[in-house]
């Protein structure tokens, strides 16, 4: 039996061959400069902050070079496959704000002249391919079981020799053609097998864009390309698809440098020009003094949800994921404070080799100067549209009266000192508790130098006085005019000076007036609360504190 005979006993209904392929998928029709790339992910669980930030690598990729980024789903691992993992991915994406080109662009769109983009949909490609290489004699049928490989691995182990499957260990590969149709015939379950042309003791050397050259042993293993159910594994489909798509440039996570040289060989064996690869390190994070990998079951922030439920906003993750990315962003955004992400220099050269630490205070820090420089309705509106999935009530609160809403947000917004106390939604009905009566906590508790005798003075004297407006500075003098007569400095810096002979300062008073229309000390500009808030509220909650006194 010749080895083309072979390849037809294995593959009979596999009638194209690998020009017709090729001939489906033409070189893309880009600028010299274009890079394409891709995110690939696997739907074996919940969107990971890790492939958000490699997606997001891409996509300033493409964007730095007007290149395409394309969305591919390697569902290859059914058993690893988790329901819903794929449309989970891609809301995420898309809530926080990663555009895709082509390939799946959302859950249930793909768009796109170079799919399918699911690599269950593409056995027949992948076959067709590997019918090629067995018809070559570079490829064999591989009848060994598991039970088998994990004996081998033992005597390899005894033996103090490097585990896997190659030189004298590839034992399938000494069947002849003839031996090997037999075990087919008669439905013995079979792999297929790269006849790997490679030497342990050659070193190749390639240049990777993010780590630099390195240097490693040439692939000796028949590396298994197809599984028993005649899906593709990792290496054998990224080599057939990264080269039909058109992939300029792989960038994926470190783990996968060590398979670089099986890939080379991959790409040489099957006659393709190999994509440039840049392997980005793992985000770190700090764990008790020491620096390790952000894991999915110690951190809940690995997991996208985990941003989502917390309400940060979709730029402030990626405004702080560039940071990350390239430490020179921060520079770049003190001096371009409003300029669109899209102008910042990204280059994968200026990636960290050695992991960056991620840092959740940062990215409060990153958050609460995104949210100060949105306007009141966006943030009425995000809040919405977060609380409406997180905290219904709320939602409905703020739905009932949405001007009074952006009115709340509306306070302190803006100007040259923007007030940035929100880094995330989840913060907001608690920002917002006192300006619903339903979660006022009435009069909170005076400062130890105010009897109860002068707050009261203060809030009847005040309740006399009081006429909304909007106009602060009338406000403030307002309350300075209250002072002098119960015996508080109206003058805060002549009072520090010279206590002698006053109770307090014109900023007592005032912290009892906010003490009884919102129940805290600190809050946004007094004055504002109240107008928004009306006559009636107000004077209700001054009545109310004065009972309480
Ligand atoms: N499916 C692979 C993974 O999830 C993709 C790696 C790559 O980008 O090539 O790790």
């Not at 072979?6 to 890079?35: C, K, S, V, Y």
């Not at 290859?76 to 794929?86: C, I, M, Q, S, W």
């Not at 080269?243 to 994926?252: A, E, F, S």
Request: glycine share 6%; hydrophobic share 40%.
């Amino acid at each position: 039996m010749t080895q083309q005979q072979l390849a037809e006993l294995m593959f009979p209904h596999i009638r194209q061959t690998p020009a017709d392929i090729e001939a489906q998928f033409p070189p893309r029709q880009l600028p010299e400069e274009a890079r394409v790339v891709r995110v690939a992910p696997s739907p074996t669980g919940y969107l990971h902050l890790g492939v958000f930030y490699t997606a997001m690598v891409n996509r300033l990729t493409a964007d730095a070079s007007k290149g395409i980024f394309y969305f591919r789903l390697e569902d290859t691992d059914k058993k690893r496959e988790v329901e819903g993992g794929a449309a989970d991915i891609l809301t995420g994406m898309s809530r926080f704000g990663l555009k895709i080109d082509e390939g799946f662009v959302a859950a249930d769109t793909v768009v796109g002249d170079y799919g399918p983009y699911q690599q269950s949909c593409r056995v027949d490609i992948y076959q067709t391919y590997v019918k090629d290489l067995v018809a070559q004699g570079l490829a064999y049928p591989c009848f060994c079981t598991a039970e088998a490989r994990a004996q081998a691995r033992e005597v390899q182990q005894a033996q103090k020799v490097r585990t896997g499957y190659y030189g004298e260990f590839a034992v399938c590969r000494q069947l002849t053609a003839d031996q090997a149709a037999a075990k087919i015939q008669a439905g013995v379950p079979y792999t297929v097998r790269l006849r790997s042309p490679g030497n342990e003791q050659n070193r190749i050397k390639y240049s990777d864009v993010v780590k630099g050259t390195i240097e490693m042993p040439e692939n000796d293993e028949d590396i298994v390309l197809l599984k028993s159910d005649g899906v593709p594994t990792y290496h054998f489909a990224h080599a057939i698809d990264d080269h039909l798509m058109h992939t300029t440039h792989v960038i994926r996570s470190d783990e996968w440098i060590s398979s670089v040289p099986k890939h080379l060989q991959l790409f040489r064996i099957l006659g393709f020009k190999a994509p440039k690869y840049a392997h980005l390190s793992p985000i770190m994070v700090e764990d008790n003094g020491n620096k390790r990998k952000l894991s999915k079951r110690k951190d809940p922030q690995a997991a996208m949800h985990y941003y989502a439920e917390q309400g940060y906003p979709a730029d402030s993750v990626l405004e702080y994921l560039m940071t990350v990315a390239n430490s020179d962003f921060e520079d770049w955004r003190r001096c371009n404070p409003t300029a669109p992400r899209s102008a910042f220099p990204f280059n994968l050269k200026k990636m960290s080799v050695s992991g960056a630490l991620f840092d959740l205070q940062k990215l409060n820090d990153v958050s609460k100067n995104v949210i100060a420089g949105m306007t009141a309705e966006q943030v009425a509106d995000a809040v919405i549209g977060w609380a409406t999935e997180y905290a219904p009530d709320f939602a409905a609160k703020l739905t009932a009266d949405k001007d009074f809403a952006v009115g709340l947000f509306a306070i302190d917004r803006g100007g040259n000192k923007p007030r940035k106390d929100m880094a995330k939604w989840n913060e907001a009905p608690d920002y917002a508790a006192y300006f619903f009566d339903d979660t006022f906590t009435g009069m909170g508790e005076l400062p130890e130098n105010i009897t109860a005798e002068d707050a009261k003075a203060i809030l009847t004297a005040y309740r006399s006085v009081y006429q909304p407006t909007e106009d602060k500075t009338a406000w403030f003098e307002t309350v300075r005019n209250l002072c002098e007569p119960l015996g508080f400095s109206p003058d805060v810096k002549a009072y520090k000076k010279d206590p002698t002979g006053w109770k307090g300062h014109v900023g007592d008073v005032s912290t009892v007036i906010r003490l009884a229309i919102t129940g805290r000390r600190n809050t946004p500009d007094l004055c504002s609360i109240m107008y928004l808030l009306g006559n009636d509220r107000v004077d209700k909650r001054l009545t109310e504190a004065l009972n309480s006194l």
